[in-house]
């Protein structure tokens, strides 16, 4: 890679202007990719940290330009310095790029740069100004001669880009800072408006998403992070509660189709609803009789409610969506025949196949021995999975596996047992899931693995397991659970449930070789654009990235919709700027889990009440309450709008 000419990202500042070879000093806190696109080296970087140059032609005052008339634009315009001063700046810079600046020009932009760095309130104005601070500092006679040369400066060729570090860490990169601070003042409806631009399930993800936004909050670098979760479910919930119907803006393609989606699940009804927006005709073939897929089936009614995912997606309905329940395809109506009858087939099949442990005596089949999948099935279908058995062994470490064990106590099973290869911090699971589980009394059997189902005339009796010791970490940067000879042990129980994985039925492919699979049973697409080698296929969700996060599934959906809308109207389905910028984001990264914030923190962050755990065990009613208007509007205002704009010279 190129070498760094100058840095000052992070306040560690490198200038190697002067330098040659062994005296070049290393740049060690960001990375600069190399290119943004293929065809376009990455020569500067300005943005929130500091500024980063490569290129020695790179001109330091065209880049402050762009880069502040960004700054200015983004600007909410509520504290009046930075309103009035990044555009006091944006213009001044302007000037002097247009070869009319003046001396003076200096002092007021370094003083108007301090100054709202002092007084603003959001991230957009405390690091705004840093990279032009510190191009004034370090370049001073780069804007000194643009100044007395009193030329105009060619004007280079850059990306810009508004992120925060939560709507970065969100697969559908919701505009997160937006609606908590519309819930800060009040306004949900507006919320609302700004999440569904996006995302056609809030009731739903602000329930049962695993929060990655909220991992990347710098609230956090103070205290807690915002409760972003929750306060996207008080606004569905708040609307909901009012009894008013939304009204989604729907702006027709010049050219509309017909599109077929298989499956009812996040993915697939995200991509029906933004096709819908777009004007399309839609119809959605579930092989269930209800909508949701795997959130509708995998995931209790405790955490997510029937009714608000049946709601969410009726809306979509009503929309004129179509929606073909109790349709196997593949058995009930061929792929061929939905590629022949539509424009695009959106392929969006969830993982409903459970993975088997290699233990002995699995293969056997015995009553008892029951798949993660069909158990939460079963139960979500309203059966108990063995009546028979009341003694559990759930199998595995994350979501689903919590989700087994804490349904075992609501089907009547009062003995219920957890089996992990590792420690607790080695699971994957959601925390808060895990913290649950434990308030119910769910026994946790850590650094154990099972060898052997042990059963009688048929029936499971119990689990052979060993016990396990942590040695080398392995690929996935975790620690290899090594079994301790001799540490053999039986639990017993008459039900065995492996969660440690699940996968996806395929076989509507059967016989489509221009249809590429991986070893996984994953379908493959282009991860940009989510279109196979068959351009009238598409598929996101877990048939595509395997098993994974509710909102992540959405994510797919959406882009596939896009790129459905783009197929049909005729338009080439290159990346986009935003593609380029989510890559280029993973190696610059916005959050920094060690930045010093610079002031106190101390506010309390707002949690859900909860039923009580002796209670709720035993109950299928949603075990959390949600906000009041009160706390929601208090927890909305411990959000510091994180705001940040990059440019990148290219």
């Known amino acids: 890679m ?28 960001v990375e600069l990719p190399e290119y943004f696109r293929q ?42 310095l930075c309103r009035i001063g990044t555009r006091v700046m944006a213009e001044t810079l302007e000037r002097i790029c247009q070869g009319q600046g003046k001396p003076q020009d200096l002092e007021v932009l370094g003083r108007l740069a301090e100054s709202i760095q002092e007084s603003s309130k959001c991230n957009i104005g405390q690091s705004g100004p840093v990279p032009i601070l510190h191009a004034l500092e370090h370049f001073a006679e780069k804007f000194e001669a643009a100044i007395n040369d009193k030329k105009a400066v060619p004007a280079g060729s850059y990306h810009s880009k508004l992120t925060a570090p939560c709507m970065d860490a969100c697969p559908i990169h919701l505009d997160i800072p937006t609606y908590v601070e519309c819930i800060k003042e009040g306004r949900f409806q507006d919320s609302l408006d700004v999440i569904r631009e996006k995302l056609p399930l809030p009731g739903v993800v602000g329930r049962v998403c695993v929060r990655p936004c909220e991992e990347h ?28 119907e939304p009204e989604f803006e729907i702006e ?12 009812a699940g996040p993915s697939g009804v995200t991509c029906a609803y933004h096709l819908a927006r777009k004007g399309h005709d839609v119809t959605v073939y579930e092989r269930f009789d209800e909508p949701g897929g795997m959130s509708a089936m995998g995931i ?11 709601e969410e997606v009726d809306r979509i309905e009503r929309m004129g969506v179509k929606f073909n329940y109790e349709t196997v395809v593949g058995k009930d109506i061929k792929l061929s025949q939905l590629e022949a009858d539509n424009d695009a087939v959106f392929i969006a099949i969830g993982a409903h196949l459970g993975t088997t442990m290699g233990v002995e005596g699995e293969e056997e089949n015995y009553d008892g021995y029951i798949s993660g999948v069909q158990y939460l099935l079963d139960i979500n279908q309203g059966r108990d999975p063995y009546p028979a058995g009341k003694k559990v062994v759930v199998v595995g470490g994350g979501n689903v596996a919590i989700d087994c064990v804490r349904c075992s106590f609501r089907v009547d099973k009062p003995d219920v047992n957890l089996v992990y290869r ?44 060993v016990r396990m010791e942590l040695g080398e970490a392995d690929e996935s940067g975790r620690r290899r659970p090594v079994a301790v000879e001799g540490s053999e042990f039986v639990i017993d129980c008459d039900i065995v449930v492996p969660a440690i994985g699940q996968t996806m039925d395929l076989s509507l ?28 296929i598409f598929s996101g969700g877990d048939c595509e990235t395997g098993p994974g996060a509710l909102i992540t599934a959405c994510a797919g959906g959406r882009t596939a919709a896009f790129s459905i809308d783009k197929m049909i109207n005729g338009r080439s389905l290159e990346y986009s700027e935003d593609d380029y910028f989510d890559k280029f984001f993973k190696k610059v990264k916005v959050y920094d889990q060690s930045e010093d914030i610079g002031f106190l923190g101390g506010r309390e962050r707002k949690e ?28 909305a205002d411990r959000c510091l709008r994180c705001y940040r704009v990059a440019t990148v010279k290219v």
């Not at 807690?224 to 008013?244: N, Q, T, W």
Request: proline share 5%.
């Open 39 to 80: 065809d376009e080296a990455v020569k500067a970087l300005m943005g929130w940290y500091g500024l980063v140059i490569r290129d020695p032609e790179t001109d330091v005052v065209d880049l402050s330009r762009v880069y502040m008339k960004e700054i200015q634009e983004k600007s909410c315009g509520k504290c009046f």
């Open 300 to 310: 209790p009614d405790y955490r997510l409610p029937r009714p608000i995912l049946r």
């Open 422 to 465: 590792r420690t607790k911090n080695e699971m994957p699971a959601d925390h808060v899931e895990i913290h649950d589980a434990e308030e119910e009394k769910v026994n946790f059997h850590y650094l154990t693995h099972p060898v052997k189902i042990i059963a009688e005339n048929g029936k499971v009796v119990g689990l052979e397991c």
């Open 217 to 244: 909050c710098r609230r956090m670098n103070l205290d807690a992070p915002i409760s972003i979760k929750f306060l996207k479910r008080f606004v569905a919930d708040y609307e909901l509660g009012k009894g008013k």
């Open 509 to 536: 492919l059967e016989g489509r070789e221009d249809v590429k699979t991986t070893r996984w049973k994953t379908i493959v697409v282009d991860e940009l654009t989510k279109q196979s080698d068959e351009p009238k």
């Open 2 to 29: 190129a070498e760094i000419l100058f840095s000052s990202w992070g306040g560690e500042v490198v200038d190697n202007r002067d330098k040659e070879g062994q005296d070049l000093e290393p740049v060690n806190s």
């Open 608 to 635: 859900l009440e909860m039923l009580d755990p002796d209670t709720r065990k035993f109950t299928n009613d949603e075990v959390e309450q949600g906000f009041s208007i009160q706390d929601a509007m208090a927890e």
């Open 252 to 263: 027709p393609s010049e050219k509309t189709g017909k599109v077929a989606i298989v499956g």
